[in-house]
């Protein structure tokens, strides 16, 4: 079974700043998706950033961009430019292509963001 | 475009009553499931379905039903409520299997059962 790990309960970043948060996952599979999402204190999710596994290159959105390494297992995501709006729980996901698309989440990071 | 919705928004048991929790998207989407999140467990697969008439269990299965009659609607029941079932309860749903698509959620439903 395919299990994902965030080893950072909390992090906390300055205004304008570059943040990274970690991700690590464990999959016999080698073709998969994996997910950033967004849990503002309004409680919905919303997708940052996705990456296909059999893409090479690192997805980017914006100030949001992440490292893949899949040979690894890991998956952070990389923060430029930090703003207030940013503070929020991230949860890293991973989706098998098993026909399912039911995603399996680590257990978060809350980032602050201090002005 | 209302996207997915859960009905209702807030709600508090007790122990031994039923509930049942709606979720309905007006995307024409096939897949849909039903998460919990707990503190410092992150979200958890309780149930989903990838079609009209059909359901699956996910991780956490136990002390939950669902159904799918019809394709925008999946509701989660509680048959006798339990505290360990307070949680907040996220719906999902997904057009299909595609590597494009991805899941759009509903806002929770946070449940205390006392």
């Known amino acids: 079974a395919q299990t994902v790990t965030q080893s950072q309960p909390e992090m906390s970043v300055q205004e304008a700043e570059t943040v990274t948060l970690s991700c690590t996952y464990d999959?016999?599979?080698?073709?998969?998706?994996l997910f950033w999402y967004k849990q503002p204190p309004s409680r919905q999710m919303i997708l940052v950033i996705r990456q296909e596994a059999y893409k090479q290159q690192n997805a980017t959105e914006n100030r949001f961009s992440v490292n893949f390494q899949k040979a690894a297992k890991s998956f952070s995501l990389k923060i430029s430019d930090s703003q207030l709006g940013d503070a929020a729980m991230y949860f890293c996901?991973?989706?098998?292509?098993?026909?399912?698309?039911?995603?399996?989440f680590g257990t978060g990071t809350r980032l602050q963001v201090f002005p | 475009n209302a996207g997915v919705t859960q009905t209702p928004k807030f709600r508090v048991l007790k122990t031994g009553q039923s509930m049942t929790l709606l979720c309905a998207q007006d995307m024409n989407h096939e897949y849909m499931y039903w998460y919990r999140q707990d503190p410092g467990m992150g979200l958890r697969l309780i149930h989903y379905s990838v079609g009209e008439g059909t359901t699956a269990k996910g991780e956490v299965p136990d002390g939950y039903n669902v159904s799918r009659l019809k394709k925008q609607n999946f509701l989660l029941g509680l048959e006798s409520a339990a505290p360990s079932q307070t949680s907040v309860y996220f719906c999902a749903s997904i057009e299909g299997v595609g590597a494009k698509n991805i899941q759009y959620f509903g806002a929770g439903t946070r449940l205390s059962v006392l």
């Open positions: 999959t016999s599979e080698s073709d998969y998706y």
């Open positions: 996901a991973y989706r098998s292509t098993d026909n399912t698309d039911k995603l399996i």
